[in-house]
């Protein structure tokens, strides 16, 4: 495993998301509880548990596709309350990928990486395409720019998503279940491009089951259920040496097959 | 046992023609028209109703037809009798429209093309500056209509437009303002503000709720309440109020249809990428759920097209108000089949064009499949 370690150094000035005593529920289901979570610039975190768990709700919260009852949520210095700019301003540095990759099924590939650079970051046309080259070229598929996203396969819409996020230049990308929708043969090339975006040290947090992935590039696994963390450690320790019952229980079934 | 199995790579099968029996006109007329008995049957039997028909049909309508005469006594029995077409087209496409002013109306439907053009057309040279047209048409349209502006046209009363012409006034202005007005009636059905989704809802409601004639009967008495006391609002004017109103309920309804067929990804999508409500509006959803609702768009637009006849009730002469005129009208007693014929042809013509190029939209954006 330590050859295809491809950690670069993680750097430490200011959090990129803090997460104080979040609380949430939908109606009277608590699925939230007293989350407490701090991510470093640059910081590779890979959340995994049970269906139910709260995690993609947790992710979710990170750009404000669900609203927090309780508790404090700043991402990159934005404290994330009611106000619509502080949202806005939050989404327009935050990318985020989605597991039924959401492109949109009117526009071309090109299209969809363009439109918010153009709309949201008021980005010319010419600057706005030749950028979307340039990141449709690093998620391998240049050669599909005018295709519409019906006539691709899922690994390839799932990196066209991908690119889409990163022509806003985000600083964080959230990922939730990237590969989930995807057939066997799909996923390798989808984790091959994400792969790529952490060792250029992006701040990632990937809601996942793939665990070849959580080891390879992960500096933290968090592990949810029951709308709580259960446990947090480094790949290794938390692959080799799980502390919870919790945690053993649910390492067995996914890896026992 | 397994019988064990393999095909290397270059014995995998290639490709074959298809047997000749399913494809070309024989194939055709294998699948489309004989495929079972009961289709045969059905085939047969239609062969022999449309041959003992039509000629008797054409007959009737154009080889024993008279075709010029003053009056009704000049036909006769047995063939249609079209001699007052000569005498009336004036009437059917322009009501009691001056006929010296007729010319103006001539040049505001000649100017409807290319008015229209830079929506229906899509690569058409100069669509910028004919879309900039567009907008100013229906001014220029209304003044050769109405004139009196400037004192360069004389003024017509428009009591007095009518026939044809005066369908596609109401038809055409009606479809225009229903479509916006009915997507944001749609829009506002599904805001999170109160009282714009209570605003839509009443509204949807109540005008979907009633009869299109109690509302024309009723916008003498309802729209002066909302007016200045000495602002007379104009009959043409009201009735297209009240038309577009009508079909902007129904609109609106079919549009909140294809906004609930968008999957609720798109809209995360949208505002994880930081549009505001309206761009992520008008860039991401409208387009796709406008294209899922073109069927009923365009069954609304029929239907408001159709519904145009009911001006009659508050005293305007449409098409089918000359004709009923004329129908009981001595000289011409009794011909209620050419005249309602002829009447049919014109609508059958617009609504036909509306579907068959609605049609052609749909396979246009079907971007889903190559």
């Given amino acids: 495993m330590s050859e295809t370690d491809v950690r670069p150094e993680t750097q430490l000035d200011g959090p990129s998301i803090q997460i104080t005593g979040l609380n949430k529920w939908f109606g009277a289901f608590h699925v939230l509880r007293d989350i407490d979570l701090e991510v470093a610039q640059g910081e590779r975190i890979v959340v995994c548990g049970p269906s139910g768990s709260g995690k993609s709700t947790l992710i979710r919260c990170i750009n404000r596709l669900e609203e927090h009852q309780e508790g404090m949520i700043i991402v990159d210095g934005v404290h994330l309350t009611n106000d619509l700019k502080q949202i806005d301003a939050v989404r327009s540095e935050v990318g985020m990928v989605f597991q039924s990759f959401n492109l949109f099924p009117h526009l071309t590939v090109l299209e969809n990486c363009t439109l918010a650079p153009i709309w949201v970051r008021n980005q010319p046309k010419a600057e706005a395409e030749a950028a979307a080259m340039e990141y449709l070229e690093r998620v391998k598929i240049p050669e599909q720019a005018n295709k519409f996203p019906g006539q691709l396969s899922g690994g390839q819409q799932q990196r066209v998503a991908i690119a889409r996020s990163l022509c806003m230049r985000p600083k964080i990308m959230l990922f939730d279940e990237p590969t989930s929708a995807l057939d066997p043969e799909m996923i390798k090339e989808v984790l091959d491009v994400m792969v790529d975006l952490a060792e250029s040290g992006m701040t990632m947090l990937v809601v996942t089951h793939e665990m070849g992935f959580a080891s390879q590039v992960a500096d933290r696994v968090i592990f949810m259920d029951e709308g709580q963390i259960v446990e947090q450690n480094s790949p290794q320790e938390f692959f080799n040496n799980p502390q919870s019952d919790r945690t053993k229980l649910f390492l067995s079934q996914i890896l026992s097959h | ?370």
Avoid: H
């Fill in chain 2, 1 to 370: 046992m397994t019988q064990a199995f393999f095909r290397q790579k270059d014995q995998m099968l290639g490709e074959r023609p298809p047997p000749a029996s399913t494809v070309g006109i024989v194939g055709w007329l294998r699948t489309n028209l004989f495929s079972n008995w009961i289709n045969s049957l059905l085939t047969i039997l239609s062969l022999y109703i449309l041959w003992s028909s039509v000629p008797s049909l054409i007959e009737w309508a154009f080889l024993e037809a008279q075709l010029s005469g003053e009056d009704r006594f000049s036909c006769s029995e047995g063939a249609a009798c079209w001699a007052w077409l000569d005498q009336r087209i004036g009437q059917f496409l322009y009501g009691l429209y001056p006929s010296k002013e007729t010319w103006r109306i001539d040049i505001a439907f000649v100017l409807l093309f290319p008015a229209l053009a830079p929506w229906l057309i899509e690569n058409i040279p100069g669509k910028t500056w004919l879309r900039r047209f567009s907008f100013i048409y229906p001014f220029i349209a209304a003044w050769l209509l109405v004139g009196g502006w400037f004192g360069i046209l004389d003024s017509v009363t428009t009591n007095n437009l009518g026939g044809f012409a005066l369908n596609l006034t109401v038809g055409l202005a009606g479809i225009v303002l229903s479509l916006p007005v009915g997507i944001l009636l749609a829009l506002g059905r599904q805001s999170r503000l109160p009282l714009i989704r209570w605003f839509s809802v009443i509204f949807i409601e109540t005008v979907r709720g009633v009869p299109l004639i109690t509302l024309l009967f009723v916008s003498n008495i309802i729209l002066p309440i909302f007016l200045p006391p000495d602002v007379a609002l104009d009959a043409v004017i009201r009735v297209i109020i009240m038309v577009s109103a009508f079909a902007s309920a129904y609109m609106a309804e079919v549009i909140r249809g294809g906004l609930q067929a968008i999957p609720k990804g798109q809209y995360e999508a949208a505002a994880a990428m930081g549009l505001s409500y309206w761009q992520s509006m008008r860039l991401i959803i409208l387009p796709q759920a406008l294209k899922i609702s073109i069927p009923g768009i365009v069954n609304t637009f029929i239907g408001l097209f159709k519904d145009t006849t009911l001006v009659i009730v508050i005293g305007l002469f449409d098409i089918l108000g000359i004709a009923n005129a004329m129908v009981s009208n001595p000289d011409w007693l009794g011909l209620s089949s050419e005249t309602y014929v002829f009447v049919a042809l014109f609508f059958f013509a617009v609504c036909f064009s509306m579907s068959r190029y609605s049609i052609r939209l749909e396979r246009k954006l079907d971007t889903d499949k190559r």
